[in-house]
């Protein structure tokens, strides 16, 4: 099992969803290191609230990771619904 599985299961992604990188940054004198973890969906995946129109990139922290504060980064796609308007996923 590599790392980005293991954040997976830790973070409870599902298809499509998956870890597509992750950097930490070790700490240094006076701060605390950092995990940035990197989400992406398959591509090519057909949602079901409507055809995928474009992507946002979108920045959450999550909770530390013991002493590493945390961030999720994901290029979520936004759909245009049957009725013609764009719903974020």
């Not at 954040?7 to 870890?19: D, R, T, Y």
């Amino acid at each position: 099992m590599n790392s980005n599985q293991i954040f997976e299961m830790a973070l409870g992604l599902e298809k499509p969803w998956h870890v597509k990188e992750i950097i930490m940054t070790k700490p240094e004198a006076g701060h605390h290191g950092q995990i940035d973890i990197y989400l992406d969906f398959e591509k090519g995946f057909k949602f079901p609230n409507g055809k995928t129109h474009d992507t946002v990139e979108r920045t959450w922290q999550h909770l530390n990771f013991f002493q590493h504060k945390c961030f999720l980064h994901a290029r979520v796609p936004r759909v245009q619904t049957a009725d013609g308007k764009t719903e974020t996923v």
